[in-house]
């Protein structure tokens, strides 16, 4: 009876605090990664950083409402309000975090534009095909509600039970003190919505090393390699590496044309020529495969596809927490692009919309000309976006036959959910299942990549001509078993490398780990381009930076790093567990007879210190693609 005559704001303070604290028993419990005891040691550190959040915000409004009769109602009423937009922010927080794994974060709404990120499709079918639990989760906040706006109602004021002004300053000394125990953890403890907010804003959401710079960055240099023949460069840019003996640069002179389509939401399972799973729906890639170089485990290093594009042009991992295309546009990162028009190329780019993946900062940076269908009014199908890009080739080959060209196309029409393009005039019966319909767009995405290939086959350049199709990330088809772990539903793509044999060799397929991150160098080393660089992925045709070829992919809502067959994922909800397992099962048989030892601490460690780097603007100078190695008689020359 003490709790009922208490303030109204302890009463739902501590009701939402409850409802907090199931919404966390729910997330961290139920993953079966992890033993129990794990599982609830991460409770407990969670709950620590939840509850105290909570305390210091109800101790707050309790303050506020204490300094006399005139405020108490109007503070109590303000509360309440600020309490059911928490419930419901801390709600929408946990159900975004389970399906995307990153909660209700700033970045999160900046990279979405807003609210979208609760109105897209991409995360409202997930929830529907959970209604149940959706439906009555939405009823236990609608009573909840109603309960608060009863409590407000029946309140008559300054009773003996209000907390005493000390108590209340106690409360939230306590609640600070909770805030702060879970820094302690050998791990990241995510944190509330309201704290994440806070943090940021406040600018203390940094990535933080566990050990002194000096050996953080060795352990990722140990980690990522070095190419043969090249020395680590700087220590103000300390994944910068190239030759540290002198010699000129070389490009090749014969530098070929380079075509890339990476297409959308491509998913490896459903290609015939990757799995021979299934019936096929993509025939030309099919065939283009057959006369190619294919990499049947390539995965995404990220998703969805502002990271992937990142990776690509850039070789750079995602950031632990943030994303780089929307949270560090003024950061420094050498680009494929931009690098190959330093060597007479021309670059461009064909796209359906650069606002769609945050590219608008980007895309002006890496290509003079990037053209986007959705400006110019016209529809943004794949069958236009592939004609676009004809368009361009050929008109390159008029203006400037002899001129080398990168051109990276963007397709769309396989993006989520998966509809009909209104131009595509085959006939079909409407699909059943969001498989088909995947299939079914697919298909025609691979039609009009069949119509890329042939018109390439009729050019001039065609001997001296490099393509490259690639996935940007693969997607779910069965919305039940959305994760924001880094799993193959979302990461397995696949990689086609077609061109002159003095380039990629025979037609073969590659069973090793590979990734977005492995583009930029495997392009520079066809071009001959051996300036300094500082991309973390290694040349698919050349030895591996380490001693054997490795993946890592990150989201938020996990790790996952890639080596021999195995995979070790790391569940953001289980930071202190490690699950190990085959990579792709049925797909090849693991080289080696056990994962790769590389624990949750490690892998974690790794894509902190590249996240600290990115923050600290420590990636990359333009003036390295100028420096030379310093000649012995001269002494050392001063680096950027």
């Not at 190239?242 to 640069?249: I, L, M, T, V, Y």
């Amino acid at each position: 009876m003490r709790f009922l005559r208490a303030h109204p704001v302890i009463r739902v303070g501590l009701l939402l605090m409850a409802l907090r604290l199931a919404g966390l028993a729910a997330r961290y419990f139920l993953p079966s990664a992890g033993s129990i005891g794990d599982r609830a040691v991460l409770f407990l550190a969670a709950a620590s950083f939840h509850v105290g959040t909570l305390t210091v915000i109800i101790a707050t409004f309790l303050l506020c409402s204490l300094v006399g009769r005139a405020v108490r109602r109007p503070v109590t009423i303000l509360a309440c309000v600020v309490f059911v937009v928490l419930l419901i922010a801390g709600e929408a927080d946990l159900a975004v975090a389970a399906v995307t794994g990153v909660g209700v974060t700033p970045t999160a709404l900046r990279t979405s534009r807003g609210i979208r990120l609760l109105a897209s499709r991409e995360f409202l079918d997930p929830l529907l095909a959970h209604l149940g639990a959706v439906a009555a989760g939405l009823l236990a906040s609608a009573g909840v509600v109603a309960w608060i706006a009863r409590a407000v109602r029946r309140d008559r004021g300054p009773g003996a039970h209000d907390a005493a002004p000390s108590r209340v300053l106690l409360a939230m000394g306590a609640g600070a003190v909770l805030m702060w125990l879970p820094t302690l953890a050998p791990w990241t403890v995510a944190p509330p919505i309201e704290a994440s907010f806070a943090r940021e804003y406040l600018g203390l959401d940094r990535a933080v090393l566990r050990d002194p710079e000096p050996e953080a960055v060795r352990r990722l240099r140990a980690a990522v390699g070095l190419p043969t023949g090249a020395a680590w460069l700087s220590d103000r840019y300390p994944l910068v590496y190239g030759r540290s003996s002198p010699a000129a640069h070389t490009a090749r002179p014969d530098r070929p044309d380079i075509i890339v389509v990476m297409i959308e939401s491509l998913r490896a399972e459903e290609i015939a020529s990757i799995t021979g799973a299934r019936a096929s729906v993509t025939p030309n890639l099919d065939a283009l495969a057959a006369r190619s170089v294919v990499f049947p485990t390539f995965t995404s290093n990220g998703f969805p596809s502002a990271p992937s594009i990142m990776a690509f042009h850039a070789s750079a991992w995602p950031h632990r927490r943030k994303e780089i295309v929307t949270d560090f546009t003024d950061r420094a990162f050498e680009s494929v692009p931009g690098r190959l028009r330093g060597l007479g190329y021309e670059t461009l780019h064909v796209g359906a919309d650069p606002q769609f993946t945050n590219q608008a900062a980007w895309l002006p940076r890496w290509y003079p000309r990037a053209i986007e269908l959705s400006a110019g009014g016209r529809p943004a199908d794949d069958r236009e976006i592939i004609g676009r890009g004809i368009e361009e080739i050929r008109r390159h080959d008029a203006a400037s036959p002899g001129q080398p060209l990168f051109e990276f196309i963007a397709t769309f029409s396989t993006h989520y959910p998966f509809e009909r393009p209104a131009d595509d005039d085959e006939p079909a019966a409407p699909p059943a299942d969001t498989r088909a319909r995947y299939r079914e767009v697919l298909h025609y995405t691979d039609r009009e990549v069949g119509r890329l290939t042939s018109f390439l086959a009729t050019r001039p350049r065609r001997e001296r001509t490099v393509t490259i199709v690639v996935g940007d990330h693969s997607f779910y088809v069965d919305l039940r078993k959305t994760s924001g772990v880094p799993e193959n539903d979302n990461l397995w793509t696949a990689a086609i490398v077609n061109g002159p044999a003095d380039l990629v060799g025979a037609p073969r397929r590659n069973a090793g780990p590979a990734s977005h991150v492995d583009m930029a160098p495997t392009i520079l080393a066809m071009v001959g381009d051996d300036r300094p660089s500082a991309a973390l992925g290694s040349d698919l045709f050349g030895a591996p930076r380490t001693g054997a070829r490795t993946a890592v992919a990150v989201r938020p809502g996990g790790l996952r790093f890639d080596r021999e067959g195995y995979s070790v994922i790391v569940d953001a909800r289980t930071p202190n567990h490690t699950e190990r397992r085959v990579a792709f099962p049925g797909l090849f048989p693991p080289a080696a007879p056990i994962a790769p030892d590389v624990s949750a601490a490690q892998l974690t460690d790794w894509v902190t210190t590249w996240s600290y780097l990115i923050e600290r603007n420590r990636v990359w100078n333009d003036q390295w693609l100028s420096w030379s190695p310093p000649a012995p008689s001269i002494g050392v020359r001063k680096s950027p």
